[in-house]
């Protein structure tokens, strides 16, 4: 079991940035951001795989965030820019320690098993 939290979330306007950090307390082989807007399910965002650096993007947020790891602070971020109202939503760090991330099911909540409190974005 690995405790993830978050921090940088706070309201921006449109075409705003945040920058998102996600603290890790120990070794994970895949982490990664996910969303959850009122009355929607939760969506996967971003992933890394920690120990090659590849990523995986929603279409929604391509060229417009960008996943990043500190590996020497087991830190994760999330830089968020040219934000819109339709990325408001709590945002929640995620990790997993059994397999890395892979393209197929890469945003699947099912497969992290580590969980963040969640820190809220909203966009106006």
Known sequence: HVQ???SGGGSVQAG???RLSC???GYTLCMGWF???P???REGVAVISTSSGSTYYADSVKDRFTI???SNKNTLYLQMNNLKPEDTAMYY???RLTFACTGGSWGAVYNFPNWGQGT???VS
């Open 4 to 6: 993830l939290v978050e």
């Open 16 to 18: 705003g940035s945040l």
């Open 23 to 25: 603290a890790a307390s």
């Open 35 to 37: 969303r959850q807007a």
């Open 39 to 41: 009355g929607k399910e």
């Open 68 to 70: 990043s790891q500190d």
């Open 93 to 95: 760090c995620a990790a």
């Open 120 to 122: 809220q974005v909203t």
